[in-house]
């Protein structure tokens, strides 16, 4: 068999879907969901994510890929550089453009370098050669798995970072009322207010599967991204032809836990399944309901994974609230390449500094949460 050959495309369209999931885990790693933000505009040069994907090819068989954008900008990446690229704007070193490996706009872990662990090191390669070939100053593959971050901090020119969110694990839990018993007893009376209480404050709770979405669903949950974006981050990421892929190509990892009220719905979470893992994404409320953000984005997904025997559920970024629903501190992987080497040497000695900083946070949120045995 003759050498791989490294190639880049400009839209996933361009990739054969049935090879490039079979590499893939995460559900925002299937050729379905990328093409989504690719086919809505979510994504592309007017967002600012220039697609770039790179594959890796022998005879014309697809033998690994990643995901890569050409970017101007740090939006949507939630592993943040902003401080790097203001140090290097001050010493008049270039920052953008810059190539992200990554899910847009999606702060969840999974495998970026798809395909056997033996090509990852030549995708690795390829991403530095292209930051050459087109002037980029930088290579950033964001929300990686541990083993992926080994492979590449192993260059001596790259850096891998490591910062955290909250994770929840099945530890072999039949119901959640088990889950609850790990539980110190305070924070679990604490849960059942909570359940309670929002509980009293709507008429009834539902599961929507994607496959059973209406147009309204549609409509009632594009309304929710947009209202909270407006009050937390500003302009909305994804684009309003993406939701209607929600009950299409996106249908089979698609649940929504929703909250209704007098024949309204009056919130929706909407979470992503594939595999073992649960992914919570966006949540809105149509008004102020109590404890109903604790029971649709954690309890309600939490006591569905355990009923359906799933291993964990990510609930995006950030978020400390989440530790004292049994959301631990779990570690986040990334690794960085610079093309500037005062710039490279610098967030070196910055990531030393915050490496040694995010393990006492870890260590010392690890003893804050809930459970009454700390699971190691």
């Known amino acids: 068999m003759s050498d791989p050959d490294i190639r880049v495309v ?5 990739i054969d879907p049935t090879a490039w999931d079979a590499m893939a885990k995460s559900p925002f790693m299937t050729h379905a969901f990328l093409k989504a933000l690719e086919d809505s505009g979510s994504v592309g040069a007017a967002s600012g994510w220039q697609p770039v994907h790179l594959l890796l090819e022998t005879e014309g068989e697809l033998m690994a890929a990643a995901p890569l954008y050409v970017k101007n900008h740090s939006y949507g990446e939630y592993i943040f550089d902003w401080a790097w690229a203001e140090a290097s704007q001050r010493a008049n070193i270039p920052y953008y453009p810059k190539l992200v490996c990554a899910v847009p706009f999606t702060p969840a872990t999974g495998n970026r370098l798809l395909g056997a662990t033996k090509h990852h090191n030549l995708l690795w390669q390829g991403m530095k050669q ?40 099945n530890s072999n839990f039949s119901s959640f009322d088990e889950h609850l018993g790990e539980f110190k007893s305070r924070d679990r009376k604490k849960i059942r207010r909570e359940r309670q209480k929002a509980a009293e404050a709507v008429d009834d709770f539902l599961h929507l599967r994607g496959e059973n ?47 209704r009220k007098s024949g309204e719905t009056v919130a929706m979470a909407l979470c992503f399944q594939r595999d073992e893992r649960l992914y919570g994404r966006y949540w809105g409320c149509a008004d102020r309901f109590d404890c109903l953000h604790f029971e649709l984005c954690c309890h309600r997904p939490i006591e569905w994974c355990i009923e359906q025997n799933l291993k964990g559920f990510e609930a995006g970024a950030q978020g400390s609230h989440k530790l004292k629903r049994g959301l631990m501190p779990a570690p986040i992987h990334s690794v960085h390449w610079f093309a500037h080497p005062g710039l490279s040497d610098g967030v070196g000695r910055f990531l030393q500094d915050e490496r040694r900083r995010v393990e006492m946070e870890m260590a010392h949120l690890s003893t804050q949460g809930p459970y009454r045995q700390i699971d190691t």
């Open 10 to 14: 400009e839209s996933m369209s361009e």
């Open 130 to 169: 292209l930051c050459r070939m087109i002037d980029a100053g930088s290579a950033h593959v964001l929300f990686a798995e541990e083993s992926e971050k080994k492979a590449m901090a192993a260059d001596s020119d790259s850096h891998g970072r490591t910062t955290y969110q909250f994770h929840w694990t």
């Open 213 to 259: 979405l209406s147009t309204l669903d549609i409509e009632t949950m594009w309304g929710f991204y947009r209202d909270t974006c407006s009050r937390k981050w500003g302009e909305p990421y994804l684009k309003r032809e993406f939701f209607d892929a929600l009950r299409g190509p996106l249908a089979e990892m698609t649940h929504i836990f929703s909250a």
